[in-house]
């Protein structure tokens, strides 16, 4: 947990007052039973809707002879992958295989399972109708109370598609960006379940979903009310944040889900996701988390990153972009395919992300249509790096990079074997281990995931 600074440095500007942070639900330590309260929801710290998750079995398994990228910028020629109870063992050449199921990988490559930081599935769920539409709670310019699991529908095809034709083990579910403050993400584990809580990821901290620029604006200023102006964003963002630094501040405040959101953004357990598209802004915004005493993880979409790839290096925040997506609005107008190149050329953090129900089931392509931009001006990236950026990268922005994100001892065995070299539009995931269960395997139609929506319709289990 950060210190909390926040709360002195902050309250001098907004308050002048105390520097002691409360509990929402604290009773005095010398209390009487009988005066305890009759009924008491399950406290913030306490987790209301804790993660359910188990993983599905597995066996011991060795994937020899591949080329392997282990996520953190390594590549291994002829390499073997050994993961049992569900943790890698080792990576590495010439490994012992004993006790082990042994897989050929001869020809083919293994990755870290992809992850997608920035996704609306099961939120925006396909069918893409209006009963399914989920991600935006448009009713006020911030809603920092909402959380993005609860609209999650695990039975959204979307999630099998990502797994299959993508290699996608987790990603965060994200609210949408049509409020300032929109609420929090989720981040899952790409399984099959009942309930959003079986894919809840363990250990993972919240996001917290923010957005600036045209969207918020559009949104309010349509109505008639603020904010109408990029002015009017600040000015409310800033308001918000002063209002829960107070809040923060109480000895016993009344319970007020939103700014307990916000506080525990203040005190570092909830991550800031921040839609933005500007560079401008995105420099804005980093001088108001100084101000008010948080700090942006990421900024996603990020189009104009490269023009401030050293400010971002410094404050480390990374950049969740697309490859190639630009001028479907103004503010997205600036955006340049060398994106990616210029970021890791400035030394800054990139991720590819897809904000998109087809792109998250080929994040390995548009790394490589990045890449690809950038050898064309002359910005050498290797193919380890590039696989970075759709695994440890994002799962460092997402706060899990100490479970997942690359082929490490001891890390979660979220593992693809692609039949090709993974910056081929031509390679696909040929299996998918999550946690070391075996979950898509393209050569065994029996293991095929299904979701319980497509059941019965004709394809079903197709990969498409």
């Excluded at 479907?328 to 129900?357: P, R, T, W």
């Excluded at 070391?436 to 990969?463: C, H, I, N, T, Y």
């Amino acid at each position: 947990m950060r210190t909390k600074a926040w709360i002195a440095a902050a309250s001098a500007i907004a308050l002048g007052a105390c520097a002691t942070t409360g509990s929402a639900n604290a009773a005095s330590d010398d209390s009487d039973a009988d005066e305890a309260p009759r009924f008491a929801a399950k406290t913030e710290a306490e987790g209301p809707f804790p993660s359910t998750y188990r993983p599905y079995p597995g066996v011991p398994t060795a994937l020899v002879g591949a080329t392997v990228f282990d996520g953190a910028g390594n590549r291994i020629d002829g390499g073997t992958v050994l993961f049992r109870d569900g943790k890698v063992v080792a990576v590495g050449s010439d490994l012992s295989t004993d006790g082990y199921t042994v897989i050929d990988g001869t020809g083919k490559f293994v990755t870290p399972g992809i992850i997608d930081i920035h996704s609306h599935l099961g939120d925006y769920p396909t069918p893409g109708v209006d009963a399914h539409s989920d991600g935006n709670e448009a009713t006020a310019p911030t809603t920092p109370d909402v959380w993005a699991e609860h609209s999650v529908w695990p039975q959204d095809p979307g999630f099998t598609r990502a797994m299959a034709n993508g290699g996608i083990t987790a990603l965060q579910i994200l609210p949408g960006s049509a409020n300032l403050m929109g609420g929090r993400s989720v981040t899952l584990k790409n399984v099959p379940s009942r309930t959003v809580q079986g894919m809840k990821f363990p250990g993972a901290p919240y996001g917290f979903k923010m957005a600036c620029g045209e969207n918020p604006k559009r949104v309010y200023g349509n109505r008639g009310r603020k904010p109408s102006t990029r002015m009017g964003n600040f000015a409310v963002n800033r308001q918000t944040w002063y209002e829960a630094i107070e809040y923060a501040n109480e000895d016993d405040p009344k319970r007020d889900l939103g700014k307990e959101t916000l506080k525990g953004v203040l005190e570092g357990e909830i991550l800031v996701h921040n839609h933005c598209y500007r560079a401008d802004e995105m420099a804005l915004v980093m001088d108001m988390a100084k101000e008010i005493g948080y700090k942006v993880t990421a900024f996603h979409h990020a189009v104009e990153s490269y023009k401030i790839g050293d400010l971002l290096r410094e404050n480390d925040v990374c950049s969740a972009i697309w490859a190639d997506w630009y001028g479907f609005k103004m503010e997205s107008y600036d955006g340049i395919m060398e994106n990616a190149a210029l970021l890791q050329n400035a030394g800054a953090c990139v991720v590819i992300h897809s904000d998109s129900a087809n792109d998250i089931q080929r994040l390995n392509q548009e790394a490589a249509k990045a890449q690809a931009a950038g050898a064309r001006m002359g910005i050498d990236i290797s193919d380890a790096t590039v696989i970075g950026w759709i695994t440890l990268n994002a799962a460092k922005a997402m706060g899990i990079d100490d479970m997942t994100g690359s082929l490490e001892e001891g890390k979660m065995a979220d593992v693809v074997l692609w039949n090709g070299d993974p910056l081929s539009v031509y390679s696909r995931p040929e299996k998918v281990w999550i946690d070391g269960a075996l979950l898509f395997d393209a050569m065994d139609r029996k293991r095929r995931p299904v979701s319980d929506f497509e059941l019965g319709q004709p394809g079903e289990g197709d990969v498409k």
